[in-house]
T-cell receptor
Framework: DQQVKQNSPSLSVQEGRISILNCDYT??????FLWYKKYPAEGPTFLIS?????DKNEDGRFTVFLNKSAKHLSLHIVPSQPGDSAVYFC???????????FGTGTSLTVIP | GAVVSQHPSRVICKSGTSVKIECRSL??????MFWYRQFPKQSLMLMAT?????????EQGVEKDKFLINHASLTLSTLTVTSAHPEDSSFYIC???????????FGPGTRLTVL
Protein backbone atom coordinates (compact mmCIF):
# COMPACT_ATOMS: atom_id res chain seq x y z
CA ASP A 1 0.00 0.00 0.00
CA GLN A 2 1.56 3.24 -1.18
CA GLN A 3 1.25 5.72 1.68
CA VAL A 4 2.94 8.52 -0.21
CA LYS A 5 1.86 9.22 -3.74
CA GLN A 6 3.14 11.39 -6.52
CA ASN A 7 0.51 11.16 -9.19
CA SER A 8 2.42 12.97 -11.90
CA PRO A 9 5.24 10.79 -13.20
CA SER A 10 6.62 13.61 -15.30
CA LEU A 11 6.52 17.38 -15.71
CA SER A 12 7.98 19.73 -18.30
CA VAL A 13 8.50 23.41 -17.60
CA GLN A 14 10.09 26.25 -19.52
CA GLU A 15 13.25 27.73 -18.05
CA GLY A 16 12.48 30.69 -15.81
CA ARG A 17 8.93 29.57 -15.06
CA ILE A 18 7.63 27.96 -11.90
CA SER A 19 7.75 24.19 -11.38
CA ILE A 20 5.17 22.75 -9.02
CA LEU A 21 5.54 19.17 -7.89
CA ASN A 22 2.80 17.59 -5.87
CA CYS A 23 2.67 14.85 -3.27
CA ASP A 24 -0.22 13.28 -1.36
CA TYR A 25 -0.10 11.06 1.68
CA THR A 26 -2.61 8.90 3.47
CA UNK A 27 -1.18 8.39 6.95
CA UNK A 28 -2.27 11.11 9.37
CA UNK A 29 0.61 10.13 11.66
CA UNK A 30 3.16 11.56 9.24
CA UNK A 31 4.55 14.77 10.62
CA UNK A 32 7.88 15.26 8.91
CA PHE A 33 8.25 15.62 5.17
CA LEU A 34 11.19 15.92 2.84
CA TRP A 35 11.91 16.41 -0.81
CA TYR A 36 14.82 14.69 -2.50
CA LYS A 37 16.30 15.20 -5.93
CA LYS A 38 17.79 12.30 -7.84
CA TYR A 39 19.89 12.08 -10.98
CA PRO A 40 20.13 8.80 -12.91
CA ALA A 41 22.41 6.19 -11.34
CA GLU A 42 22.95 8.36 -8.29
CA GLY A 43 21.50 8.37 -4.80
CA PRO A 44 18.94 10.99 -3.82
CA THR A 45 20.15 14.28 -2.42
CA PHE A 46 18.24 16.19 0.20
CA LEU A 47 16.52 19.38 -0.94
CA ILE A 48 14.20 20.73 1.70
CA SER A 49 12.09 19.56 4.62
CA UNK A 50 9.07 20.68 6.57
CA UNK A 51 7.57 19.57 9.85
CA UNK A 52 3.86 19.46 10.52
CA UNK A 53 3.96 22.50 12.78
CA UNK A 54 4.61 24.64 9.72
CA ASP A 55 2.76 25.12 6.49
CA LYS A 56 5.60 26.63 4.50
CA ASN A 57 9.35 26.39 4.37
CA GLU A 58 11.53 28.30 1.96
CA ASP A 59 15.13 27.81 0.92
CA GLY A 60 16.31 29.93 -1.97
CA ARG A 61 14.45 28.95 -5.11
CA PHE A 62 12.74 26.05 -3.35
CA THR A 63 9.59 26.34 -1.26
CA VAL A 64 7.63 23.49 0.25
CA PHE A 65 4.00 23.94 1.20
CA LEU A 66 2.14 21.61 3.53
CA ASN A 67 -1.65 21.31 3.75
CA LYS A 68 -2.28 18.94 6.63
CA SER A 69 -6.04 18.89 6.29
CA ALA A 70 -5.72 17.81 2.66
CA LYS A 71 -2.71 15.58 3.38
CA HIS A 72 -0.93 17.29 0.55
CA LEU A 73 2.41 18.89 0.05
CA SER A 74 3.99 20.59 -2.88
CA LEU A 75 7.41 21.76 -3.95
CA HIS A 76 7.72 25.02 -5.84
CA ILE A 77 10.86 25.84 -7.79
CA VAL A 78 11.13 29.44 -8.94
CA PRO A 79 12.69 30.23 -11.31
CA SER A 80 13.24 26.81 -12.83
CA GLN A 81 16.65 26.14 -14.34
CA PRO A 82 17.81 23.40 -16.73
CA GLY A 83 20.01 22.00 -13.96
CA ASP A 84 16.85 21.30 -11.98
CA SER A 85 15.97 18.53 -14.43
CA ALA A 86 15.91 15.37 -12.30
CA VAL A 87 13.54 13.03 -10.53
CA TYR A 88 12.03 14.47 -7.37
CA PHE A 89 10.86 12.25 -4.54
CA CYS A 90 8.80 13.32 -1.60
CA UNK A 91 9.14 11.36 1.61
CA UNK A 92 7.20 11.30 4.85
CA UNK A 93 7.93 10.10 8.34
CA UNK A 94 5.85 9.66 11.49
CA UNK A 95 6.92 11.52 14.60
CA UNK A 96 10.11 12.87 12.98
CA UNK A 97 11.32 9.33 13.35
CA UNK A 98 13.78 7.53 11.24
CA UNK A 99 11.51 5.56 8.93
CA UNK A 100 10.66 7.32 5.74
CA UNK A 101 8.13 6.41 3.12
CA PHE A 102 8.87 7.58 -0.37
CA GLY A 103 6.64 8.53 -3.24
CA THR A 104 7.24 7.13 -6.72
CA GLY A 105 8.91 10.27 -7.97
CA THR A 106 8.21 12.95 -10.56
CA SER A 107 10.62 13.44 -13.42
CA LEU A 108 11.07 17.18 -14.02
CA THR A 109 12.43 18.47 -17.31
CA VAL A 110 13.25 22.15 -17.54
CA ILE A 111 13.40 23.23 -21.15
CA PRO A 112 15.99 25.91 -21.97
CA GLY B 1 25.76 18.03 3.17
CA ALA B 2 27.24 14.87 4.61
CA VAL B 3 28.75 12.30 2.29
CA VAL B 4 27.90 8.64 2.04
CA SER B 5 29.77 6.32 -0.28
CA GLN B 6 28.87 2.91 -1.62
CA HIS B 7 31.08 0.23 -3.04
CA PRO B 8 30.89 -1.20 -5.59
CA SER B 9 28.88 1.10 -7.80
CA ARG B 10 28.10 -1.70 -10.18
CA VAL B 11 28.38 -5.47 -9.88
CA ILE B 12 27.51 -8.36 -12.14
CA CYS B 13 27.45 -11.85 -10.69
CA LYS B 14 26.33 -15.35 -11.50
CA SER B 15 23.19 -16.83 -10.04
CA GLY B 16 23.87 -18.57 -6.74
CA THR B 17 26.79 -16.43 -5.68
CA SER B 18 26.83 -13.90 -2.84
CA VAL B 19 27.51 -10.21 -3.22
CA LYS B 20 28.56 -7.75 -0.53
CA ILE B 21 27.80 -4.04 -0.81
CA GLU B 22 29.49 -1.55 1.50
CA CYS B 23 28.01 1.71 2.71
CA ARG B 24 30.24 4.24 4.44
CA SER B 25 29.52 7.60 6.01
CA LEU B 26 32.62 9.62 5.26
CA UNK B 27 32.27 12.72 7.38
CA UNK B 28 29.70 11.94 10.02
CA UNK B 29 28.74 9.16 12.37
CA UNK B 30 25.65 7.36 11.15
CA UNK B 31 23.83 6.10 14.20
CA UNK B 32 21.29 4.57 11.89
CA MET B 33 21.72 3.27 8.40
CA PHE B 34 19.00 2.27 5.97
CA TRP B 35 19.02 0.02 2.96
CA TYR B 36 16.64 0.65 0.09
CA ARG B 37 15.91 -1.07 -3.14
CA GLN B 38 14.65 0.68 -6.22
CA PHE B 39 13.03 -0.99 -9.19
CA PRO B 40 12.79 0.88 -12.49
CA LYS B 41 10.26 3.70 -12.37
CA GLN B 42 9.27 2.80 -8.84
CA SER B 43 9.76 4.31 -5.44
CA LEU B 44 12.57 3.60 -3.05
CA MET B 45 11.46 0.65 -0.98
CA LEU B 46 12.90 0.42 2.50
CA MET B 47 14.41 -3.01 3.08
CA ALA B 48 15.85 -2.68 6.56
CA THR B 49 16.97 -0.30 9.26
CA UNK B 50 20.12 -0.92 11.22
CA UNK B 51 21.51 0.72 14.30
CA UNK B 52 25.19 0.42 15.08
CA UNK B 53 25.96 -2.63 17.13
CA UNK B 54 22.52 -4.17 17.00
CA UNK B 55 20.58 -6.42 14.67
CA UNK B 56 18.85 -4.91 11.70
CA UNK B 57 15.10 -4.50 11.59
CA UNK B 58 13.69 -5.82 8.35
CA GLU B 59 10.58 -4.61 6.59
CA GLN B 60 7.77 -7.01 5.97
CA GLY B 61 8.47 -9.26 3.03
CA VAL B 62 12.25 -8.85 3.12
CA GLU B 63 14.07 -12.10 3.83
CA LYS B 64 16.62 -11.46 6.56
CA ASP B 65 18.50 -14.65 5.75
CA LYS B 66 18.88 -13.58 2.15
CA PHE B 67 19.78 -9.96 2.74
CA LEU B 68 22.32 -9.94 5.54
CA ILE B 69 22.99 -6.56 7.07
CA ASN B 70 25.86 -5.74 9.36
CA HIS B 71 26.35 -2.34 10.98
CA ALA B 72 29.60 -2.91 12.81
CA SER B 73 30.62 0.69 13.26
CA LEU B 74 29.19 4.20 13.11
CA THR B 75 30.63 4.66 9.65
CA LEU B 76 30.13 1.31 7.95
CA SER B 77 27.21 -0.91 7.09
CA THR B 78 27.25 -3.84 4.71
CA LEU B 79 24.50 -5.59 2.80
CA THR B 80 25.21 -9.11 1.61
CA VAL B 81 22.86 -10.61 -0.95
CA THR B 82 23.25 -14.34 -0.43
CA SER B 83 22.64 -16.89 -3.16
CA ALA B 84 21.65 -14.16 -5.55
CA HIS B 85 19.10 -14.83 -8.27
CA PRO B 86 18.14 -12.79 -11.32
CA GLU B 87 15.09 -11.39 -9.52
CA ASP B 88 17.49 -9.78 -7.03
CA SER B 89 18.82 -7.59 -9.81
CA SER B 90 18.08 -4.05 -8.76
CA PHE B 91 19.48 -0.72 -7.65
CA TYR B 92 20.41 -0.82 -3.96
CA ILE B 93 20.82 2.45 -2.09
CA CYS B 94 21.93 3.02 1.48
CA UNK B 95 21.50 6.08 3.62
CA UNK B 96 22.90 7.23 6.90
CA UNK B 97 21.28 9.25 9.62
CA UNK B 98 22.99 10.98 12.49
CA UNK B 99 21.38 10.85 15.88
CA UNK B 100 18.51 8.66 14.73
CA UNK B 101 16.33 11.51 13.58
CA UNK B 102 15.79 13.82 10.65
CA UNK B 103 17.48 14.01 7.32
CA UNK B 104 19.03 10.97 5.70
CA UNK B 105 22.12 11.22 3.52
CA PHE B 106 22.09 8.83 0.63
CA GLY B 107 24.85 6.91 -1.05
CA PRO B 108 25.14 6.88 -4.84
CA GLY B 109 23.67 3.41 -5.12
CA THR B 110 24.87 0.02 -6.36
CA ARG B 111 23.54 -1.54 -9.53
CA LEU B 112 23.38 -5.31 -9.05
CA THR B 113 22.86 -7.55 -12.06
CA VAL B 114 22.50 -11.27 -11.48
CA LEU B 115 22.94 -13.41 -14.57
Amino acid sequence: DQQVKQNSPSLSVQEGRISILNCDYTNSMFDYFLWYKKYPAEGPTFLISISSIKDKNEDGRFTVFLNKSAKHLSLHIVPSQPGDSAVYFCAASPNTGNQFYFGTGTSLTVIP
Amino acid sequence: GAVVSQHPSRVICKSGTSVKIECRSLDFQATTMFWYRQFPKQSLMLMATSNEGSKATYEQGVEKDKFLINHASLTLSTLTVTSAHPEDSSFYICSGQAGGIGEQFFGPGTRLTVL
